[in-house]
């Protein structure tokens, strides 16, 4: 198959470290679709959150500057952008002090509430345009986009997914350490599968696939395989 656009929703869900955004990015691109990292979202109001020294345990306050400082979302997969009040923040939202709060600030459900709004109305106008959109989060399929054509719940291994998230620190420049990124990612791991609100889990009618053994171009096969036998190819028949 030369080239094929998707229609519908593609919603790519997992905890951190299993290649989610890097092949979500490159299926949109490959698909001519949009791309939506709503982890991105969540990272740029706790760094909000943090510009305003507002302690992340009062969940009040933080919900107050989640209200007045939604991110802005650019959602082509070749330049995806995330902006606060008109500020690309996308570098600083990788950092540490973000990646050790955006926990605490994604479980305040006024904060998920915000930001579930806005998922959704970004999807929407992505379906208004020609091509579908590739979501990316951690309740994509169970929360965000109930209705999707086409969920993946990815996994891999904790050892994996803390090399994988520490050789990407490395490669932007990060300190970083794969020990303490493996307790970071077990740490991570716990909070968001134990939250009241949203936790991290399968959706019933979704597909998992194990990434611990596959490389990027591995998984990506496997998704536009997925893609195919869902019949997601506008004006192609399905394979099946």
């Known amino acids: ?18 290649g989610k955004s890097t092949v979500a990015r490159k299926l949109a691109a490959a698909l001519s ?14 760094l ?20 007045s400082a939604l991110p802005v979302m650019g959602t082509n997969p070749l330049l995806p952008t995330v902006t606060l009040a008109g500020e690309d923040v996308g570098q600083e939202i990788r950092g540490a002090a973000v990646t050790g709060a955006v926990s605490a600030v994604s479980a305040v459900a006024r904060v998920r509430e915000l930001l579930v709004d ?15 959109v590739v ?10 986009a109930r209705d999707a054509e086409l969920k ?17 620190d490395s490669a932007a420049g990060r300190v970083s350490d794969l020990e303490s990124t493996h307790a970071d990612v077990q740490r991570r791991d716990a909070f968001d599968s134990g939250r009241a ?7 019933d ?15 990506l096969e496997q998704l536009r395989t997925l893609v195919d036998t869902r019949g997601l190819f506008a004006g192609v028949e399905s394979t099946r």
């Open 33 to 46: 679709a949009s791309y939506l990292d709503t982890g991105a979202m969540y990272r740029a109001v706790t």
């Open 1 to 18: 198959m030369a080239h094929a656009e998707l229609r519908g929703v593609v919603a790519l869900d997992g905890p951190s470290g299993t």
């Open 118 to 132: 806005e998922q959704r109305r970004l999807i929407r106008e992505a379906l208004g345009e020609p091509g579908g």
């Open 152 to 168: 993946v719940y990815l996994t891999a291994s904790s050892q994996a997914r803390a090399r994988r998230r520490s050789d990407q």
């Open 48 to 67: 909000a959150v943090l510009r305003a020294e507002v302690p992340v345990a009062d969940e009040a306050a933080v919900a107050e500057v989640a209200a």
């Open 205 to 219: 009618d979704a597909v998992e696939l194990d990434t611990t053994e596959l490389d990027v171009a591995g998984v």
């Open 135 to 144: 979501v990316e989060g951690r309740d994509i399929g169970t929360v965000v």
């Open 197 to 203: 609100v949203s936790p991290l889990r399968m959706a």
